[in-house]
């Protein structure tokens, strides 16, 4: 069931909203009721972030602006850290050392100079740089989090990342640096760019991005200027290090990514059912209604809507008359696909929900703000940074995933057998010992194999840090990294699939309905996918399957 548990889709409006956040702040915050996060008067406003509007921004798309009123509540809560600071109060990373240094004091006459060598050291990042899909990922969630009015830094630091998206600029952020207990790395490189002392490179013009206009869609000019300098004061760095921004920016991409495919596997899963005469008795409304999991009757609702027999449960998929007779049930990939596929929706949606929470959220530690009781400032230490709900819902959908993957490979292993599907082995043509798209059984089996090592939990790693004081880590980075990597792969499976269903379709002659989705689905697959039966290479078809699937996931409402 791929339903977003955040209110906001890309246009959308998002709920009531408090930009200053109350338990935060000593004075009610300016009244606002409806902020939006994309079209006409889209705001940035420390809430209603969801990953989709996070992947259209990493893809290209301009971000909008701060609120007004969530800059306020920056300025706001950055009086109450200066307070603190003036008092002497000893706080985490602004007056004392940090990790196992948080016993030695910041000596006053130093200024902002602990500031600049906190960043300094700990840009120590190793291996390739990002891909700017993702430092944008984590720039724009870095920007909504500051917003949500927690870290003490001041409105400029917001605007200015904001700014540096629309310029088209990103700081170089080196692949590995993280164990899901805060980006330190890649936030020290974001860092030393904003306060002038790191690098700003242009987002990269081999990017794909379906955004016309958008700084991926432009060849960068050497004569643009990089976005301007902030001074760094005192207590800057480790507010704007205190975050998991760059791990939860992978993590609203692989959500992203992997919604697509989710929801076009109920199509592609469809046609494959109607290409080998499926029956439809594993899909009948009795049969979930007598074990009622609501995501796995959600698939088989799906697969019998996509098919035109909505309340239907009968035994035989309408239009075909061949494969059902022969045989008493389906294999497991046709039989069982909504109770491996509903777990995976469903975990789809957890972690949706997760990030909805996440990615709207002040975790910097210590969080500044003001007592609403006393009015005094405050810096509460805590361990909102320790990751583990992200991790767990990374993991548990990156197992769902290879669930359903798993029977992909195996419906596509289905259409290859002639006991199955009436048709020539590998749905060959009439040539010589032709192997039709035999060779696709081994593609879908590596893309396959790419699943099964992604999905390994990363909840199992373990490692102790800082002379003992962090003695456990979440590894949520990892998890949000693999995901990424399983999202690819997990297309591909599910691409192969499909040409191979597209493939069997054409030689049985009877596709499915044109008037049921599932008919206008197979109409639009024709019409890309190379016709021509004899042997050749099929990495073409399979790229041109792979793009179809962002078009089959429109067919899927959540109803």
Known sequence: MLEHTADVAIGGTVGKAAPPRAALTSAPPPTTTQFTVAGPGATLCGEGLDAATVARIADGATPPPPHPAALEAMEHTRRAARRLAAEGARVYGRSTGVGAHRGLAVEEHDGAGHDLRLLLSHAGGVGEPLPARQVRAMMVVRANQLLAGGSGLGPETAVAVTDALRAGAHPLVPEYGSVGTGDLTALAQLGLALFGHGTWLWDRTDSVSPFPGSPFAESPLPDRPFPAALPIQRGDALALLSSNALTLGQSALACHDLGVPLRAAHVVAA???????????????????????????????????????????????????????????????????????????????????????????????????????????????????????????????????????RLSAA????????????????????????????????????????????????????????????????????????????????????????????????????PPAPDTPAGRAYLRAAAALDPDMRDRPLTGDVTAASALLDEFAELITDD
């Not at 109607?274 to 009757?297: I, Q």
């Not at 990030?355 to 361990?383: C, F, K, Y």
């Not at 035999?438 to 593609?443: C, H, K, P, Q, T």
């Not at 990424?484 to 054409?506: N, P």
Request: proline letters at 6%; one cysteine or more; glycine letters at 10%.
């Open 271 to 405: 046609l494959s059912l109607h290409a080998v005469g499926g029956s439809l008795e594993p899909y009948a409304p009795e049969v979930h209604r007598a074990h009622p999991h609501p995501a796995v009757g959600l698939a088989a609702a799906q697969v019998r809507g996509l098919l035109g027999v909505p309340d239907g449960n009968g035994t035989v998929v309408p239009g075909t008359s061949s494969g059902v007779a022969s045989r008493v049930q389906d294999p497991f990939g046709f039989r069982c696909f909504p109770q491996a596929h509903g777990p995976a929706t469903e975990a789809w949606s957890d972690l949706d929900r997760v990030l909805s929470i996440d990615l709207n959220s002040a975790t910097e530690n210590p969080l500044i703000g003001w007592d609403e009781t006393t009015g005094e400032p405050v810096a509460r230490h805590h361990g909102a940074f320790f990751a583990a709900p992200l991790t767990l819902a990374l993991d548990r959908l990156g197992l769902a995933v290879l669930g359903t993957a």
């Open 411 to 510: 419906r596509l292993s289905a259409l290859g057998r002639p006991e199955l599907t009436g048709l020539s082995s590998y749905l060959a043509d009439d040539s010589s010992a032709g192997s039709g798209m035999m060779i696709l059984e081994y593609s879908a089996a590596s893309a396959l194999a790419e699943v099964q090592a992604c999905a390994a939990p990363a909840a199992l790693g373990h490692v102790v840090l800082s002379q003992g004081m962090e003695e456990a880590a979440t590894f949520a980075t990892q998890a949000a990294r693999t995901s990424l990597r399983l999202a690819r792969a997990y297309r591909l499976v599910l691409a192969c699939e499909l040409v191979a269903t597209v493939r069997a379709l054409r030689l049985r002659g009877t």
